[in-house]
């Protein structure tokens, strides 16, 4: 996604292709990816090709090696305890 900058310079908007990890998917059919591709908060491409994920956002697109890292889906849980 390319946002306009108040200069009228197009700009991405956190776009990051991850590579070099095991991406941990949590499906079952398909439970580990190799590329993962991020467009802010939106997950845009998640497999194994590079050239399909770039195909997705921008040429400016920040590239990150891994380095043999592991990813795995966060969990948000917004509720609290109160204690009285």
């Known amino acids: 996604m390319k946002n306009s900058s108040k200069a009228g310079r197009p700009e991405t908007a956190g776009e990051v292709i991850f590579t ?3 991406i941990h998917t949590l499906e079952e059919a398909r439970p580990l990816a190799s590329v993962l591709a991020v467009r802010g908060r ?8 590079p050239a399909e ?9 920040r590239r990150e090696d891994l380095g043999g890292r592991v990813v795995v889906p966060g969990l948000l849980d917004g509720h609290a305890h109160v204690v009285s």
């Open 20 to 22: 070099g990890g095991r």
């Open 42 to 49: 939106e997950l845009v491409s998640v497999g194994s090709s």
């Open 53 to 61: 994920a770039a195909a997705r956002l921008s040429p400016a697109a």
